[in-house]
């Protein structure tokens, strides 16, 4: 089982530029998560989803987007980077019944110059 | 809305020691969960433990186990015999499933060390 997966691993942008970040998981999850960790600090989330076709805000969602045509896929997409949304992007997901248990991705670590 | 704290940003302890790493949080609801992250430089987010609001019992796994104290809100790990692969961030997490989407409130995590 390869879990949750997400590309790239690395990336550099440079400010205005756009780009997407691919999630996929193969556990046949309901629920998915984007979370952002800045240096130091813990995660926070971005977006989440708990279905196919339905996703909602978390707690910092300003200057992304997402999208969920599938369960297997949640791409995250940044439209206008700024060097605020430079950041380790990480991708989670969970069977949404039983005990909660989130799987992560590696993560992205994004910077925008 | 909940909140989690780790006020130990960094600890640093000798191999073969025991170490434990504190958290407290805020919530008014009575059933949720909290979970201990393990993140080693490669950045993986790794569980290292789980504990039901529900149940009295602290939770262990192997060397791991928690002091869960309800009534204060208090959630420590417990690290014995500390080994050096278990320098890594340490995260507490509040997971509850009112609303449906089990979504994770982290704290500020505690940079561990193990010294050979």
């Known amino acids: 089982n390869a879990g949750v997966t997400q590309t790239p691993k690395f990336r550099i942008l440079k400010i205005g530029q756009s780009m997407t970040l691919q999630c996929t998981q193969d556990?046949?999850?309901?629920?998915m998560y984007w979370y952002r960790q800045d240096p130091g600090m813990g995660l926070k989330l971005i977006y989440y989803?708990?279905?196919?076709?339905?996703?909602d805000k978390g707690e910092v969602p300003n200057g992304y987007n997402v999208s969920r045509s599938t369960t297997e896929d949640f791409p995250l997409r940044l439209e206008l980077a700024a060097p605020s949304q430079t950041s380790v992007y990480f991708c989670?997901?969970?069977?949404?019944?039983?005990?909660?248990?989130?799987?992560f991705g590696q993560g992205t670590r994004l910077t925008v110059v | 809305a909940q909140t989690v704290t780790q006020s130990q940003p960094e600890m640093s302890v000798q191999e073969a020691e025991t170490v434990t790493l504190s958290c407290t949080y805020d919530?008014?609801?009575?059933?949720?969960?909290l979970f201990w992250y393990k993140q080693p430089p490669s950045r993986q987010m790794i569980l290292v433990i789980r504990?039901?609001?529900?149940?009295?019992q602290n939770a262990t796994e192997n060397r791991f186990s928690v002091n869960f104290q309800k009534a204060a809100k208090s959630f420590s790990l417990k690290i014995s015999d500390s080994q050096l692969g278990d320098t890594a961030m340490y995260f507490c997490?509040?997971?509850?499933?009112?609303?449906?989407?089990?979504?994770?409130?982290f704290g500020q995590g505690t940079r561990l060390t193990i010294n050979p």
């Open positions: 989670a997901s969970t069977i949404g019944t039983g005990n909660g248990e989130a799987f």
């Open positions: 556990m046949n999850h309901n629920y």
């Open positions: 504990q039901e609001a529900y149940k009295q």
């Open positions: 919530t008014s609801e009575n059933n949720y969960y």
């Open positions: 997490a509040f997971m509850s499933p009112l609303g449906g989407a089990q979504k994770l409130v």
């Open positions: 989803s708990v279905g196919a076709g339905i996703t």
